[in-house]
């Protein structure tokens, strides 16, 4: 297949319009007690009330509307930890085409449910000893399907970049934009609409401690790999950037900062206490590092991307007890 041209914000636009009267256009919630701790006005996009409960619903159908008859014929394949697999079954479904999707074996019981649910098909892995992207190439060549991986292509950054169009139409410009990182969709894609929207915006993106490989990417200019991370924020336990999610990174993003599961926990605990809403330990990065002080930002009106709220209530209790 043709290499897909790098996204632009005019590829948000057009998902935008795609997206209209589909996805659902997430509140934008404020805390008094959140803004006093941190001495900023802060406005979180809460993707938790997404469809499928996370960002990544825009950009999978995004995605799939720009199939052409045979794509749609043979289906949709992907490999996804959890979110991106729910909203490729979802946009599947409603598209009316077969999805497959390979979820590695420990993927939290809600989101394999929910993925099933919506009509997938799931194949498991071992996320610790087989690569989910050999899997899903080999797959979608034998069966003849698209391959939408859940970060690296054009038409799912942009999707992504919807959240953040939003989120200035609704509050004006911002000083500051925090979004969470696994493999980059969500934060290039924000990045591309900060840039057109709020120019004077710094767009910062909030990895887990134990998987830092944005941060040593932008850091050496490269995309660096690890070893699959151990973190509670499984939506952001990726190995690596991809090509056109770091190349918008390296030039958008003005820094990568990092948290760690406690702190992951303490944001949890925060969002169900004061602000009565359920996010999974990812959708809860890029707030963490703002409660934690990891960047400063008093006096400034800032934005935080709260990017979904899939978590198995049982680990929830625990997380919060």
């Known amino acids: 297949m043709q290499a897909l041209p790098a996204p632009t914000?005019?590829?948000?636009?057009?998902?935008?319009?795609?997206?209209?009267?589909?996805?659902?256009?997430?509140?934008?919630?404020?805390?008094?007690?959140?803004?006093?701790?941190?001495?900023?006005?802060?406005?979180?996009?809460c993707e938790n009330f997404q469809r499928m409960g996370a960002f990544k619903f825009r950009g999978?159908?995004?995605?799939?509307?720009h199939f052409d008859a045979e794509q749609r014929k043979a289906g949709v394949l992907t490999y996804s930890s959890g979110n991106h697999a729910q909203a490729i079954a979802l946009s599947a479904r409603l598209a009316g085409i077969h999805a497959t999707i390979v979820m590695p074996h420990d993927a939290p019981e809600a989101k394999v449910a929910a993925t099933k649910g919506y009509g997938g098909e799931v194949i498991t892995y071992d996320r610790y000893k087989e690569n989910r992207e050999e899997i899903g190439r080999r797959l979608a060549e034998e069966r003849g399907m698209t391959l939408?991986?859940?970060?690296?292509?054009?038409?799912?950054?942009?999707?992504?970049?919807?959240?953040?169009?939003?989120?200035?139409?609704?509050?004006?410009?911002?000083?500051?934009?925090?979004?969470?990182?696994?493999?980059g969709g969500l934060l290039s894609g924000s990045a591309l609409s900060a840039a057109a929207l709020s120019p004077a915006c710094t767009v910062i993106g909030i990895e887990p401690e134990a998987g830092n490989?944005?941060?040593?990417?932008?850091?050496?200019?490269?995309?660096?790999?690890?070893?699959?991370?151990?973190?509670?924020?499984?939506?952001?336990?990726?190995t690596?950037?991809?090509?056109y999610t770091f190349a918008v990174i390296r030039q958008l993003v003005a820094r990568i900062e990092t948290v760690s599961d406690a702190q992951l926990i303490e944001t949890m605990r925060f969002f169900a206490q004061r602000m009565k809403i359920v996010?999974?330990?990812?959708?809860?990065?890029?707030?963490?590092?703002?409660l934690n002080g990891?960047?400063?930002?008093?006096?400034?009106?800032?934005?935080?991307?709260?990017?979904?709220?899939?978590?198995?209530?049982?680990?929830l209790a625990q997380y919060l007890a």
């Open 213 to 238: 490989d944005g941060q040593q990417s932008l850091a050496r200019g490269e995309i660096v790999h690890i070893d699959t991370p151990r973190t509670i924020a499984d939506g952001a336990a990726s």
């Open 60 to 65: 999978a159908y995004n995605a799939i509307s």
């Open 279 to 290: 996010v999974e330990p990812t959708g809860c990065l890029a707030a963490a590092a703002v």
């Open 294 to 315: 990891i960047v400063p930002v008093k006096g400034k009106r800032v934005g935080v991307l709260v990017s979904g709220g899939n978590v198995d209530l049982p680990k």
């Open 240 to 243: 690596h950037l991809g090509h």
């Open 148 to 183: 939408i991986p859940p970060y690296d292509h054009p038409h799912v950054i942009a999707g992504q970049g919807t959240a953040v169009k939003e989120l200035v139409d609704e509050t004006g410009p911002l000083d500051m934009l925090f979004v969470c990182l696994g493999g």
């Open 9 to 45: 914000f005019d590829d948000v636009l057009d998902a935008a319009a795609r997206l209209e009267g589909v996805a659902h256009r997430t509140p934008v919630l404020t805390s008094s007690t959140f803004d006093e701790r941190t001495g900023a006005s802060v406005f979180f996009k």
